[in-house]
């Protein structure tokens, strides 16, 4: 099956165009926070060209480039593309790396990692969104992602180890931990972990290192309200 896309014409163009400029904004307002005062030229390149009206349901079209999380259909959404561009910031890419994303999803944050990194392995635990995201990233002439779908233990350690590692659902500290051993040394982890704590469903988007000599460490950024990782 091919999965059908619409078209990216004029107008989701100045969509796309205006969502970065928002999104630009935002980065700026948090920098206190994130250290990033502004986006990459890889990252906002990205951004800019990844056609998110793409990845969103057809009901769901008309605000595919508002600044907020949209339902995908399982229980499950797409991220703000705030907090897409972000992740994908702190995860400092380049062209050689190797990335996991934990949740594809609909595909849209590996469609946008595809777009700076050189091999995207992307694992998602519904087989529905895992085919549908295949589907809709061969009909982008997107090649350099590969759609797992998930085992019993988080990401994909038969994989690794990666470079970068990101994940789209909320992690528990054991989830966490598993993930890190993922990590290749020198590697960057950006994840939300559940911390127990009341403020904004208790979850802190968190950047982990791995040194040379494989020591973890961590910092969190932001508050955030991610889904569960299943």
């Known amino acids: 099956m091919t999965a059908q896309i ?17 999104i630009d904004d935002e980065v700026a307002d948090t920098a206190r926070y994130t250290g990033r005062t502004q986006l990459s030229p890889e990252v906002r390149r ?37 907090i897409v561009a972000i992740m994908t910031e702190l995860a400092d890419l380049t062209g050689d790396s190797r990335v996991l994303e934990v949740g594809t999803g609909c595909g849209y944050q590996a469609a946008v990692l595809a777009a700076i990194a050189g091999e995207v392995h992307s ?39 990666f470079d970068a590692i990101l994940a789209t ?21 950006i994840l939300p972990i559940d911390t127990g704590r009341s403020f904004f469903g208790g979850q802190s988007l968190t950047r982990i290192t791995k040194a040379a000599d494989g020591e973890a460490s961590e910092e969190s950024v932001l508050p955030v309200a991610f889904v569960p990782m299943v």
């Open 123 to 161: 694992v998602e635990a519904v087989p529905e969104l895992a085919q549908t995201a295949r589907e809709r990233l061969r009909a982008l002439g997107i090649t350099n992602v590969t759609v797992h779908e998930a085992g019993g233990t988080p990401g994909l350690p038969d994989e690794a180890p």
């Open 169 to 189: 659902a909320a992690a528990s500290r054991e989830q966490a931990d598993r993930l890190t051993a993922q990590l290749a040394p020198g590697g960057r982890m």
């Open 46 to 82: 990205a951004m800019g060209t990844v056609p998110r009206h793409a990845f969103v349901p057809e009901r769901e079209r008309e605000h595919a480039y508002d600044n907020r999380p949209l339902p995908i259909g399982q229980g499950q959404t797409i991220s703000q593309p705030y």
């Open 6 to 22: 619409p078209p990216d014409d004029a107008r989701t163009q100045q969509a796309r165009r205006a969502m970065l400029r928002v």
